[in-house]
């Protein structure tokens, strides 16, 4: 797939002629943009269900796609995306408001006891959680362990994340294959090929999501994002995090990030809101153009960065309905949104985003389908969270309907990683990298 800045410039004048049929990486056919298309993870899902069997047994469009092996090694296997969404839809429709609330919640605290962990999801029903380094064990053994703890429920598993870019943001510290600060340099065929070991190594473990790809356009050594960024200019950006998506497909669902692009505004959003003046003509001719190309590599998450375009929305991108609807609608973007870290909004100290609870209100309001808590977060974050927003569905701050797609759609990755002993089980080329 090419990913380079020819492709991009034709974008506008093909969804100008005619709706943009995309294809589906699943079932091999074309589908029009607003489709919704089966995640790339289901290529190494065999989907079988307990109410229909073998899903896709009569569905098959295209039989070229059907044995063919993903970038990790396991075997792919063509589901059927509207049998994944009834079932989703399905699931959610049955919870309660509670349950939904808590479905599009990744949470965290920290420690490494797998009883621990485990009690923790039951307790609050969250849909995810990510791992950071104090979660992370000695070795792959003690980790997977950790990871079938937080999995609680095997037949509908809580969504498992790290941040494992390698180099400076690696998780894993066994993880040695090369990241950004390399691979930026390198052809993009070696970045296709370190994100497929990388995600091996998560799979391995048990891990479903990798936040690991950065998207973000960075050209000076002294900038924040340039040692984590996979280009130094949109066009090598773009190729490398296509690449990095292609490569980790089959193996860990695939994150790209920090939308819409943490190279053009300036400092660390860990500590403060970056902000900068690019016009959204400029932005669609550069930092857009990495996005992209992950969104049509298959990426299924899109993190939105505490990041204000001014000039588009001034307010952060995780909290901007108008930064999803351009994501949704003009880069045709349909897994799964999910804000960066809420904590890192508070820490900024601006009043206006001080409330933990009122900031995921008002990012599920804006298009996130989940929010994501780290920094400082305690055992009584996630359940302050949940009520705030069932609290808020009950006085119409935020619609029980959005809370409902937002909770279908994680639904939907997590019915992926249900199927046992395939989805994210290890696979024969998995073996240890050295």
Known sequence: ???????????????????????????????????????????????????????????????????????????????????????????????????????????????????????????????????????????????????????????????????????????????????????????????????????????????????????????????????RALGTDPGGAAERVGAAVAGEAGAALSTIKHFPGHGAAPGDSHATIPRTDMSKTEWAASDARPFAAGIDAGAQFLMFGHLSYTAVDPLPASLSAEWHRIAREELGFDGIAITDDLGMLQAAGEPAYLDPVTNAVTALAAGNDMVLTVVSSTADTAPAVVNGIVAAVASGQLSEARLSEAATRVAEARLLLAAEGRGMSPCPSCEPVS
């Open 1 to 227: 797939m090419c990913c380079c800045g020819c492709r991009w410039g034709r974008r506008a004048d093909r969804r100008a002629a005619a709706p943009r049929r995309r294809l589906d990486r699943v079932t091999g056919r074309r589908r029009v943009r607003g489709e919704r298309a089966l995640p790339a993870l289901a290529l190494a899902v065999g989907l079988t269900v307990a109410a229909g069997g073998p899903a896709g047994a009569d569905d098959t469009e295209d039989d070229s796609t059907a044995g063919s092996v993903g970038a990790a090694g396991v075997s792919i296997e063509p589901a059927p995306s509207d049998t994944l969404a009834r079932l989703a839809t399905d699931r959610v429709e049955a919870m309660t408001l509670p349950e939904k609330a808590a479905s599009v919640v990744m949470g965290h605290v920290p420690g490494t006891d797998p009883g621990e962990l485990g009690t923790y999801m039951e307790q609050t029903g969250i849909g995810g959680f990510i791992l950071m380094g104090a979660n992370i064990p000695a070795d792959e053994a003690s980790l997977a362990q950790v990871t079938a703890a937080l999995t609680a429920d095997p037949a509908f598993p809580a969504l498992i994340a790290v941040d494992q870019e390698g180099g400076d943001v690696s998780r894993l510290p066994w993880d040695s294959l090369p990241a950004a600060l390399t691979l930026k340099n390198a052809p993009a065929a070696d970045t296709a090929a370190a994100f497929a070991a990388r995600a091996a190594l998560l799979q391995r473990v048990g891990i479903g999501v990798n936040f690991g790809i950065v998207a973000d356009v960075s050209p000076a050594p002294g900038e924040f994002i340039f040692r």
